[in-house]
C-alpha cells in the first residue's frame, strides 16, 4: 500500500512539473513570436502584449515592463474578485512571458511584410497560448480583466474578450493606421484557430447516427467488419410515435466511408446523420 502510494505521488509531482514546463514553453513561445513578428510590424491584436505595442510606438515604453505593469495588478486584481483559483502556474506565466519579451527584445524581426506577420505572428501566439492551456494555465494579462467584468456584469465571456480586444484593436487603427487595425483582427482569428488546433489536434473524426430497421444487422456489422463500438439509443418517431432504435458510432473519417458503404449494403433506406466531432476521448481514441 505505502508503495502504491509512493508511486502515485511520484506521478502527481512528475504531472505537476509537465505543466510547469507546458507553461513555460508556450510563454516562451508567444514572447519571441510578439518580439519577431508583432511588435516590428506594430500589429496590436488584443491582450496586454497589443497594449504595450501602441504605448512603445506612441511614448517608447518597454514593452516587458508594460506587460509586467499590467499582469502583475490584473493577476492580484483576479485573486481578489475571482478567488485564488488561478494558482501558481498562471502566475508563473504571468511573471514569465514579458521576462522573455525582455530578454529577446534584440532578436530583430523576422519580416517586414505585416501580412506575414499577422499570420505568422497569429500562429506563434495561438501555438505558445494552447500549449499553455496544456499546463492547465494562462498567462493572464486581458483574460482576467473580462473574467472580472463576466463576473459583475453578467456578459458572456466571449463578449467581454470581444470588446477587450476590439477596443485594443480600435485604438491601434487610431493610434497607427485602419490598415494596422485588419492585420490585427486577422492575427487574432489566426490566433484563436491555432490555439483550437493545439487543443484538439489535426485528427478529425465522425459521429454517426443511424435510423434503421435493420439494427441488429448493422450493429453487427460496425462491431465485426470496422472493428468500432455502437452505442444503441432509444428514441420514438415524430409522426408515428412508435420507438426507433437509433445507433451512434464515432470512427475515424478514413472509415467514414467504410462504414457509409456497410449500413447501405445492409439496408438502403436507412437514415444517416454526420457531424464532426472535434476530440473524442476513449478506447480506441485520444487518451485524457
Do not use: H
Not at 477587450?164 to 480600435?170: A, E, M, P, Y
Request: glycine share 10%; hydrophobic share 50%; charged share 20%.
Amino acid at each position: 500500500m505505502q508503495k502504491q502510494k509512493r508511486e502515485i505521488a511520484l506521478q502527481t509531482k512528475r504531472e505537476i512539473l509537465k505543466e510547469y514546463v507546458y507553461v513555460l514553453i508556450g510563454a516562451a513561445i508567444v514572447a519571441i513570436t510578439f518580439n519577431v513578428f508583432l511588435l516590428p510590424n506594430r500589429v496590436a491584436s488584443g491582450g496586454v502584449s497589443g497594449i504595450s505595442t501602441i504605448l512603445d510606438a506612441v511614448i517608447g515604453w518597454e514593452p516587458a515592463y508594460v506587460q509586467w505593469a499590467f499582469n502583475i495588478p490584473l493577476f492580484i486584481a483576479g485573486v481578489v474578485f475571482l478567488g485564488k483559483q488561478f494558482g501558481a502556474k498562471t502566475l508563473v506565466g504571468t511573471i514569465f512571458l514579458p521576462f522573455v519579451v525582455f530578454l529577446t527584445k534584440d532578436f530583430g524581426a523576422w519580416t517586414n511584410d505585416p501580412l506575414l506577420a499577422s499570420l505568422f505572428g497569429g500562429i506563434g501566439v495561438g501555438l505558445g497560448l494552447g500549449v499553455v492551456f496544456r499546463g492547465k494555465a494562462s498567462t493572464g494579462g486581458t483574460d482576467l480583466a473580462a473574467q472580472i467584468i463576466n463576473k459583475y456584469t453578467g456578459l458572456s465571456l466571449g463578449t467581454c474578450v470581444a470588446i477587450i480586444d476590439g477596443l485594443i484593436v480600435l485604438t491601434a487603427a487610431m493610434v497607427f493606421d485602419i490598415e494596422r487595425g485588419l492585420y490585427a483582427l486577422l492575427a487574432l482569428f489566426v490566433t484563436s484557430k491555432t490555439i483550437d488546433l493545439v487543443q484538439v489536434g489535426l485528427g478529425r473524426t465522425k459521429m454517426t447516427m443511424i435510423i434503421t430497421e435493420k439494427q441488429v444487422e448493422v450493429r453487427e456489422g460496425i462491431l465485426n467488419k470496422i472493428d468500432r463500438g455502437v452505442t444503441k439509443l432509444t428514441a420514438y418517431g415524430g409522426y408515428t410515435d412508435s420507438e426507433r432504435p437509433i445507433l451512434m458510432c464515432v470512427v475515424d473519417q478514413s472509415e467514414f466511408t467504410k462504414l457509409k458503404q456497410l449500413v447501405k449494403s445492409i439496408d438502403p433506406t436507412a437514415f444517416i446523420i454526420v457531424t464532426d466531432a472535434s476530440e473524442v476521448l476513449g478506447e480506441g481514441f485520444n487518451r485524457a
